[in-house]
């Protein structure tokens, strides 16, 4: 595999700063030494390979590594690119020890690279790009399984309240109000017609399933969201909290496990393969092994939650063809998802008709 095709190569590691997110690195090192406790220069900055939204980098000093996450310059979609939201939920959870990037400080003050930003430490570890897990052994797939159902049962089973964010989202009418808010963000991003989508926009809202106490939710539960560690399946910290609100966790486990539904042929698949030699968990193990922890939901639902993801999904691709379009998509792999909404709007409406549509 080229390293045009291998997505571990494609998606991990750093690369030079794209230029339209060029950033005063001496103003960022002066506001860094001002804020930060023991922060010392001189910096070097460079940018993550990875990611679709946020543009992300590494910020390495002789000292000490960070990572600082910032919205996008440019025109915006309402509430996108919520660093702010990201910065209070990885807070809140780094107090009871849950596995985050301990984070450091959060700047509000657009002048000092351009936009709002946080910063946190740089976990060392492994990082996933293909759900198939290539060589690795059985045993460890499966303990990587295991370990990623685990951390998402015990994130639903955090209060939120006892962590001080009881006022993080409406923990009402989860679905419908997501429906409502990602239909408004393809709206916004809409560059041609697409017939399932329209479809899906009509029925989610019509054919809602029955709503679970909320819980915090990632709102992007996927395996190259976490970092492992070196040498084991320990998850040394979860990634990317920009989705997250409080809502309804049966999102999450359901958006987990659409990986099964996908094809083998796609590196964020399984559909297809032999998951017994793999050392993969069915559905069905995963769900009983999340119940362990956090109650598991009804299976009968999935056709219909597998639909409301892939709807999901394709607004949040709509909305990078609409970034693109507008010159502020984040990565060099943006128009490739862009190409996708139509594939997942269509896969969304064939789960839409299971469920009844």
């Not at 740089?122 to 499966?142: A, E, N, S, Y």
């Not at 976490?226 to 979860?238: K, M, R, T, Y």
């Not at 609100?245 to 659409?258: E, I, K, N, V």
Request: charged share 20%.
């Amino acid at each position: 595999m080229s390293a045009a095709t291998d997505p571990q190569i494609a998606f991990s590691g750093t690369r030079e700063v794209d230029p339209r997110y060029r950033l005063d690195e001496a103003a960022l090192d002066r506001w860094l030494t001002a804020s930060i406790p023991g922060y010392s220069g001189p910096l070097t900055v460079r940018q993550f390979k990875g990611g679709q939204s946020n543009p992300t980098y590494e910020l390495t000093t002789p000292d000490h590594a960070y990572v600082l996450r910032r919205k996008p310059p440019g025109k915006l979609l309402p509430s996108a690119h919520a660093v702010d939201r990201e910065f209070r939920v990885i807070s809140a959870l780094d107090s009871i020890d849950y596995p985050v990037a301990h984070p450091h400080v959060l700047c509000e003050d657009e002048g000092v690279i351009g936009s709002v930003f946080y910063v946190m430490d740089r976990i060392d570890g492994r990082v996933f790009w293909d759900l198939k897990l290539p060589g690795l052994t059985p045993d460890q797939r499966r303990d990587i399984y295991l370990a990623q159902t685990d951390a998402l049962a015990r994130l639903h089973a955090v209060d939120p309240a006892a962590v001080g964010l009881s006022d993080y989202g409406r923990p009402a009418d989860y679905f419908a109000r997501q429906i409502g808010r990602w239909s408004k963000q393809y709206a916004a991003s809409e560059t041609h017609t697409i017939a399932a989508m329209d479809r899906l926009i009509d029925f989610l809202p019509q054919s809602l399933p029955p709503e679970r106490p909320a819980t915090i939710v990632h709102g992007d539960w996927r395996l190259d969201n976490l970092i492992f560690a070196p040498d084991g399946p320990e998850i040394l910290a979860v990634l990317d909290w920009e989705l997250s609100t409080l809502g309804d966790p049966t999102a999450d486990l359901s958006y987990f496990l659409m990986g099964w539904v996908i094809p083998a042929t796609e590196r964020n698949g399984l559909a297809g393969a032999d998951l017994g030699a793999l050392g993969i968990p069915s559905i069905e193990e995963i769900v009983a092994r999340y119940g362990e922890t956090a109650a598991a939901p009804p299976l009968e639902h999935l056709d219909w939650l597998f639909a409301y993801n892939l709807f999901r999904l394709a607004a949040i691709c709509q909305g990078i063809a609409g970034r693109i379009r507008d010159g502020t998509a984040a990565s060099a792999h943006a128009q490739a998802m862009a190409l996708q909404v139509e594939p997942l709007a269509e896969a969304g409406w064939s789960f839409a008709k299971k469920a009844g549509a």
